[in-house]
């Protein structure tokens, strides 16, 4: 029987890729290789109609699922509108509105 | 071109007359350490000064805000003045926390000296006493460490085959590196003393990461998970490299190092130890006592949350265990009731069948 103290172990907000699992990162940039050549600039995020009415993060959320932290990604995605002014102002030319749909479709679990 | 950079890592340290200043909370902690670091000393032939009228150098509530800069100030001075009047110049002190305060104000003092001026001032007001400032500051893991050839000649047992992982307190070089011997980056302190004793050290990945003692972390009790979370991350880091003990140089690494074990094996029934159990944490004096061969139950090393018996018996210490909590004159001092971190996988599953 735990004893309880009255506190309990902080959980670290640290990224650990040893322990993430990166399988559905890999399969995501293995079917959408564009993926890989953001630059993390966040023009997609000062854009983003979405955001500037809820916390919606595009650049928050794709450096997370790349990183394997899928916990809440589809539900970040469903605030998309896909409109498409990220992929305008986006300077690799991503896609972005085509990593937004691949992103719900892989992470639907999560 | 001359190479002197790894002079900057280097420290200069007494080689006798060391006024003794004491720790507070090592005295409740570990009480034995102190005494047997005089112990120690007395053995290598050194004159260390122990003087009753020292008092706490305030760092606790220093570091809590609740002691002002300029009280902390006026009892240093005085710690100063009690040695100035014992006719002592190199100061050797017991706690890190002490160790980095004294460091500090020295260091204060030199770049703003109105606030050594108004600290004569404070003490000669409230006291009527006068100091010098001491020649020479040292932790007394420096002085162990400074006598580490002397001690393995005087051994009596060394740790050969035993992995030990140090760990240094922050306080003691990481506010100023030159305070330390190989400052922050490369502190040798404690490494050295089990190497010159035949211990191999651990080399792991959270090797300098903080034991999880941080003053505002512990004393709040809605902070304690982050304390807590701290130690964790050093255990899981060091587990796998199935250490023999812990060394720490510490008062506050030692003990949370030992306690927070306890409190992982009953809140997540966790050990970190390869046999099952927890992992012993020592002082270095404690450390330097065994080979030494002093009795660990004078050393106090029964005060010890994980049980050090399996340390014990690695070592070939000849111990009485039916002695483990006589006190003084062979008087019962108690005993902790049985605890997961100190029971093997096989004792907690028997545990559970009842």
Redo the contacts between chains.
Sequence with gaps: MAIDFGYSVSQPRAVDLDRNDLSLAREIVREMPEFSACIACGGCTATCTAGNLTSFNFRLVQTLVRRGEYAGAYAEMNKCMLCGKCRLVCPRGINTRGVVRLIKRKLGDY | MVLNSWREYEKEIADDRYYYARSCIRQNFFPGSETTFLRIMRQLGKDVYDDPRHTSCTGIGYHTDIVPLDTTMAVVARQFALMTEAGYENMAISCITSFGLYTEILETWHEFPETEQRARENLFKATGREFRKPKNIAHTSDIVFHNREAIRQMAVRDLKGLKVVEHIGCHYAKIFPKSGIGGSEFPYVLAGMVEAWGGQVVDYPERRHCCGFGFRNYLV??N???S??NS??KLESMKPYKPDFMVANCPGCAMFLDKWQY??A????TTYGADGRGIPVLTYEEMAGLVLGYDPWEMGMQMHQVDVEPLLDKLGVDYDPAAKFLGRAGKYIGAPKPAGVNSFEGDRIYRIKN
Excluded: C, S
């Design positions: 009790k809605a304690r998970g982050f807590i979370a964790r991350k409190a992982l009953e809140m997540e029934n």
